[in-house]
């Protein structure tokens, strides 16, 4: 059974809204959801939700509402939300009660969070906010990464059908070392300013991603389950920002302590693919590594512009120490998903692709998570407010290899490494493009399959 809670700020209002019997159910909810969080359990427990009632019962809202469920693609319906709570306000049955609570909950937890004003206008083409670097040019035609790659056998991912399946890959001596002094380079920037290292667990509950604001159970799921007939209600995580949100969760965090700014690195699990033929190869696989910035702000809104425009500049950074080609993408609100208030995309110039590739993003998520996950940002006062969450990419592999072996390549099939990284790979200055026999796999037919043929 699940409950709206309401902090105690919000119990005035809500009580003159719903009426005194609802006030009093709220009250008996959360003396309940206090013994069950005492309780130890396998499965994720987080304090009852924190449905924004005020904003999703008033009537002169819901234009508004509709209109931003429309416009970024959502699953949720106002209509269907206000329906269940007229319902709610009117039975007297518990167990009528106790269904439609939870049914009403549910409903309101579909609704996408809302969006920043300045984007309203930008229909569905992103504002292009800067164009940075320059496109290399060469006297030859550049090479796309596999082509790159394959005189020296440091990428595979041909026959692997019986080890990992479709869109897998392997990294092999030098363009494993690079992807390495890539994550190693990004950690230590992160942490130069201020960033806290976390390991995070890839196992978390599917109650942990869809706080954060992805369907773990839809027909059009990204998101990798284990069978539940043997590991319980858990799923391979897709991107670090999901354990470290949980991290907080349950909490009240000092306002003197934020923003809060976390770094981790990790493997990322998505079920997604793709028939674009600019998308093959390692463009979009299954699973890959990332160094994620996530970070948690006092719940107002200009703390959270600031801290998603430090992410922004720190991408940014990375990527002109890079010497990479790119644009900066403020998003339509069709691109927003469910939890992003706002966000902005880089795309990198894959001149070998011929294209722009998204290599990073970062949003500011608002309270959407922190409703969702129970995190508070508490004043001197004691003063409670739910907090703010923004997210951000600061290194995804394969894309970035993608773009510097792209970027860097020269005439010979060599790659340049970028003056950064080349402490973190042993001084190597370029990738080597020699054949080297040792790295290279020699398919044979079995007996079957000649027998087949």
Known sequence: MAFIALPNFQFSVFKQLAGREIFHHLQQNLQFAKTLSSRKCHSFQVKPCVLDLDYLSDPSNETEIKTNIANRKGVGCIDSFKTLLNQYKTVSSPSEKSELWEKLLQEGLK??????????????????????????????????????????????????????????????????????????????????????????????????????GM?????????????????????????????????YSNQSVAVSKLPLKMAAVSRCYRAETSSIQEERGVYRVHQFTKVEMFGITSGDVLASDKLLAEFVEIQQELFDSLGFHYQLLDMPLHELGAPAYRKFDI?????????????????????????RMAIDAIDSQGSRRL???????????PRMLITLLETHQMADGRVSIPAPLQPYCGALQHLHVDDDESLKLRWIRSKAQKHAD
């Open 347 to 371: 795309e990198a110039w894959m001149p070998g692709r011929g294209m722009y590739g998204e290599i990073s993003s970062a949003s500011s998520c608002s309270d959407y998570q922190a409703r």
């Open 215 to 247: 369907d773990t159970k839809g027909e059009r799921t990204q998101v990798y389950r284990l069978d539940p007939k043997f590991y319980g209600d858990v799923c391979l995580s897709g991107t670090a920002e999901m354990a470290l949100a949980s991290f």
């Open 111 to 212: 609704i996408p969070n809302r969006s920043d004003p300045q984007i309203l206008s930008y229909g569905e083409v992103p504002l292009v906010v800067k164009m940075c670097g320059s496109k290399p040019t060469w006297s030859f035609q550049p090479k796309q990464f596999h082509e790159i790659t394959k005189p020296s056998g440091t990428l595979r991912t041909e026959n692997l059908g019986l080890v990992t399946g479709h869109r897998s890959y392997y990294f092999i001596d030098q363009l494993a070392l690079l992807e390495q002094a890539l994550i190693r380079y990004t950690v230590d920037i992160l942490m130069s300013k201020g960033f806290v290292l976390y390991s995070v667990p890839d196992l978390l509950d599917s109650k942990v991603i869809e706080s954060c």
């Open 387 to 397: 907090a703010h969450t923004v997210n951000g990419t600061a290194c995804a592999i």
